[in-house]
């Protein structure tokens, strides 16, 4: 499946570090139609597929409502301590990308998005004491919604 690169600078929480604003941060997202590994910033023009969500490696968290603003929420890699679990908060509108942020995955954070990337999986695991094995995908939506501080 074919993906593209969101490109922005973002503080690692983990080390400090403020990336460039490139694809050293390994930000990827399924979520455009006609992807082929294009960089995407903010004021960016995309094309949200937001129709065949669950095929776009991305799980719905909330409802979009008319033509509110959409979050999504993809995980990034900070290429100086290379953790690879970081976060970033995307908002679009109107097909045009309004904002790019790295956040700390929380309640709050959770009830404002929309779409999370089904890398997910594992930070739900990791609240539960579970393999994401063994997490069906309701079950792994239900703990970010209720478990996360
Ligand atoms: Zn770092």
């Not at 455009?32 to 094309?47: A, H, L, P, R």
């Not at 995307?90 to 709050?108: D, K, P, R």
């Amino acid at each position: 499946m074919a993906f593209d690169y969101l490109v922005a600078n973002l503080k690692c929480f983990k080390c400090g570090n403020i990336s460039k604003a490139d694809d050293s941060t390994n930000l990827q997202t399924y979520i455009f139609s006609n992807s082929e590994g294009n960089c995407y910033k903010v004021g960016s023009q995309v094309d949200l597929n937001l129709s065949e969500i669950s095929d776009l490696s991305c799980f719905q968290l909330n409802p979009v409502k008319g033509n509110d603003p959409v979050h999504l929420l993809e995980t990034w890699e900070c290429p100086q301590c290379k953790e690879i679990m970081n976060w970033a908060e995307i908002v679009f509108h109107n097909n045009q990308i309004l904002s790019i942020n790295a956040i700390e995955l929380n309640s709050e954070v959770i009830s404002r998005c929309h779409f999370i990337s089904d890398l997910c999986d594992s930070v739900a695991a990791d609240v539960l004491g579970k393999n994401k094995q063994d997490l069906s995908d309701e079950e792994t939506i239900e703990t970010l919604k209720t478990k996360l501080k």
